[in-house]
């Protein structure tokens, strides 16, 4: 969901949030997710990571449920409008429909509409998120982030003004998808790091470990040609991509389980597919069902 992938997780989180909270094993040894990623073995400077300005469909179904909250059925649909660079800085809208229906709890219908911008140099975030469940709406949530070095902070507009500081480095959800292309372009089977999206109450910084599969070119699940159509045609049809399991970690110490997973095949611009959120409970499918691409720049800009 940027959600890009990770930017997208926050959008997913909200919706899905509402009936329930168990999650699966972790496929992290005790710190895994508290360490930062390990530098790239080349000594070289990497290649700059360009995130294509894009806007992309994802239809929702449910994959699979269980356990003592089992949800029934799930829908709904996923846009989000990604636009910037390295020198104007990334804005993201998202919005989110969904709809679960459980047994036990009946059905949940949330609206979610979130704008995030991320600096350049991504130093600075700021992010707004309204959410309507069953037609009432939720306060907002609305505020600014600063990551400087070991120094993070918090502070919040709505729904009360409110500063929270925690140890970094932390980072914001573009320049953690770089980070990822980056060590999925090396090689590097694994990624931690501490992120921050602005998602729930606006106060959390999650632990992350990506485990990150072998590269791959041509178009993605091919056997399964109705889903993902509009990676399968184009120029993204060529694009390099690696299949990613990201998951998000309360902080702490010692052994945890996640959270929320979230596997994609992860684009080398960026753009995400076969998505799938999992919530030890139930998961959820997301199905992109149309992306349009801006141009691509002739050459990086110049910050």
Same mark, same amino acid.
């Given at each position: 969901?940027?959600?890009?992938?990770?930017?997208?997780?926050?959008?997913?989180?909200?919706? @899905?949030?509402? $009936?329930?909270?168990?999650?699966?094993?972790?496929?992290?040894?005790?710190?895994?997710?508290?360490?930062?990623?390990?530098?790239?073995?080349?000594?070289?400077?990497?290649?700059? #990571?360009?995130?294509?300005?894009?806007? +992309?469909?994802?239809?929702?179904?449910?994959?699979?449920?269980?356990?003592?909250?089992? #949800?029934?059925?799930?829908?709904?649909?996923? =846009?989000?409008? $990604?636009?910037?660079? =390295?020198?104007?800085?990334?804005?993201?809208?998202?919005?989110?429909?969904?709809?679960?229906?459980?047994?036990?709890?009946?059905?949940?219908?949330?609206?979610?509409?979130?704008?995030? $911008?991320?600096?350049?140099? +991504?130093? %600075?975030?700021? $992010?707004?998120?309204?959410? =309507?469940?069953?037609?009432?709406?939720?306060?907002? =949530?609305?505020?600014? @982030?600063?990551?400087?070095?070991?120094? &993070? *902070?918090?502070?919040?507009?709505?729904?009360?003004?409110?500063?929270?500081?925690?140890?970094?480095?932390?980072?914001?959800?573009?320049?953690?998808?770089?980070?990822?292309?980056?060590?999925?372009?090396?090689?590097?089977?694994?990624?931690?790091? *501490?992120? &921050?999206?602005?998602?729930?109450?606006?106060? *959390?910084?999650?632990?992350?470990? @990506?485990?990150?599969?072998?590269?791959?070119?041509?178009? +993605?699940?091919?056997?399964?040609? %109705?889903? %993902?159509?509009?990676?399968?045609?184009?120029a993204m049809a060529s694009v390099s991509h690696w299949p990613v399991t990201l998951s998000y970690f309360t902080q702490g110490e010692g052994e945890r389980t996640p959270i929320y997973t979230l596997t994609f095949d992860l684009y080398e611009n960026g753009v995400s597919g076969a998505l799938k959120l999992d919530y030890g409970d139930f998961a959820i499918l997301g199905d992109m069902t149309r992306l349009d691409l801006d141009k691509a720049p002739d050459?990086?800009?110049?910050?």
């Amino acid at each position: 969901m940027p959600r890009h992938a990770t930017a997208l997780v926050a959008a997913l989180l909200a919706g @899905a949030a509402c $009936f329930g909270e168990t999650a699966h094993a972790a496929p992290a040894t005790p710190d895994a997710a508290t360490k930062p990623a390990p530098e790239s073995p080349k000594s070289q400077k990497p290649e700059p #990571v360009i995130l294509a300005n894009h806007k +992309a469909v994802y239809d929702l179904s449910l994959a699979s449920s269980g356990g003592t909250r089992s #949800v029934e059925s799930a829908r709904g649909r996923i =846009v989000i409008d $990604f636009k910037g660079d =390295v020198c104007r800085g990334y804005t993201m809208q998202t919005r989110q429909v969904t709809v679960l229906e459980s047994g036990e709890s009946g059905g949940r219908t949330s609206d979610l509409r979130n704008t995030t $911008f991320e600096g350049g140099e +991504a130093r %600075d975030f700021r $992010f707004r998120t309204v959410t =309507v469940l069953n037609g009432q709406p939720s306060p907002a =949530v609305d505020g600014t @982030a600063d990551a400087n070095g070991d120094a &993070f *902070k918090i502070r919040l507009k709505e729904p009360k003004k409110e500063q929270v500081s925690a140890a970094g480095p932390v980072l914001f959800p573009s320049l953690h998808m770089r980070r990822l292309v980056q060590a999925a372009r090396a090689g590097e089977t694994t990624m931690s790091a *501490k992120v &921050f999206d602005g998602s729930d109450d606006g106060k *959390k910084v999650y632990d992350t470990l @990506a485990i990150i599969g072998r590269r791959a070119t041509g178009p +993605a699940n091919a056997a399964a040609s %109705d889903r %993902d159509k509009p990676l399968h045609e184009g120029a993204m049809a060529s694009v390099s991509h690696w299949p990613v399991t990201l998951s998000y970690f309360t902080q702490g110490e010692g052994e945890r389980t996640p959270i929320y997973t979230l596997t994609f095949d992860l684009y080398e611009n960026g753009v995400s597919g076969a998505l799938k959120l999992d919530y030890g409970d139930f998961a959820i499918l997301g199905d992109m069902t149309r992306l349009d691409l801006d141009k691509a720049p002739d050459k990086p800009c110049a910050p």
